[in-house]
């Protein structure tokens, strides 16, 4: 199964094992009918966690409230573990104007795809894609001044990036 990371959890909320779920789906949202998240207790570990409850704390934050999770100790265990959701999910809940919603598409430059993005970085002022470029880890940035256009039917980010930046990594 396919698994996308929309966030992380970041801290516990009250005595009653709630926690806070920091997320980039780029829109305020309590993840209405969505019954199972998964947190990547080990790497590469995706275990399934019900949700009993959610509700919008922000744009970026939703408390969660776990079945199994019912004390601030449980919860505790749960800080800073990434969370993901099915592929499917993913596609009902990010905001298609989300930066993780490029995630999957193709990096196109000068008429050349350079590679899947494979996970999205936000940062203040740019984000960064990681690709795979020949076999070694990249990370290209994605801004105002590099982006083109996207074409989501066909799954592609075109970019003109700086002249040298790919030298880099080859």
Not at 80 to 99: I, N
Not at 136 to 156: C, R, Y
Request: net charge negative; aromatic share 8%.
């Amino acid at each position: 199964m396919q698994y996308n990371s929309i966030g992380k959890i970041v801290a516990s909320f009250g005595v009653n094992g709630e926690v806070i779920l920091r997320h980039a789906l780029g829109k305020k949202t309590a993840l209405k009918g969505l019954e199972t998240i998964f947190i990547e207790m080990h790497k590469n570990e995706f275990l399934p966690y019900f949700i009993q409850s959610a509700r919008a704390k922000n744009d970026a934050e939703i408390y969660l409230a776990l079945e199994g999770v019912v004390t601030r100790e449980a919860a505790l265990t749960l800080n800073q573990k990434e969370v993901w959701l099915t592929e499917e999910d993913f596609k009902r809940y990010a905001a298609k104007t989300a930066s993780i919603s490029m995630l999957g598409y193709h990096i196109i430059h000068g008429g050349e795809d350079i590679g899947e993005i494979l996970e999205v970085i936000e940062q203040p002022h740019q984000v960064l894609c990681r690709i795979d470029l020949g076999g070694k880890e990249a990370l290209i940035p994605v801004h105002s001044s590099t982006l083109q256009k996207m074409d989501p039917k066909k799954k592609q980010v075109f970019l003109d990036l700086p002249d040298g930046l790919l030298d880099l990594y080859r």
